[in-house]
């Protein structure tokens, strides 16, 4: 993020939108191909027609996979610190960055 707000134009199912974001214009953009692309694998899939209900099934499943990695982040997480505590339980105390010095 900038702190600056900018305009960038993106086209997403052939409609163009002029988005403002503090976000880099190379990032917004790929956001808006990502759901572009998204929406297009839902028509395309045939059983649904209807572009406003293809974008919500696009959100969701977008959504859906968000939840995925930030579940999948935090267990990797979880499993850092426990690996961190017990290789700082095998350290010298001088070594271990705590402050307790036996």
């Known amino acids: 993020m900038t702190g600056k707000k900018t305009s960038i134009k993106v086209e997403i199912l ?3 939108y002029a988005i403002r974001s503090e976000a880099d214009p190379e990032h917004t ?8 692309h998204s929406i297009r694998k ?5 059983s649904v027609i209807e572009v406003n209900r293809a974008a ?7 959504t859906s996979e968000l939840f995925q990695e930030r579940e999948a982040n935090e267990s990797i997480t979880n499993a ?3 690996l ?10 001088a070594k271990r960055g705590d402050g307790s010095v036996a």
């Open 14 to 16: 052939g409609e163009s």
């Open 29 to 36: 953009r790929a956001v808006a191909e990502h759901l572009d």
């Open 42 to 46: 839902i028509l395309a899939g045939g």
């Open 56 to 62: 919500i099934l696009a959100a969701m499943q977008i």
């Open 80 to 82: 850092m610190q426990a």
């Open 84 to 93: 961190s505590g017990e290789v700082r339980r095998m350290l010298p105390p």
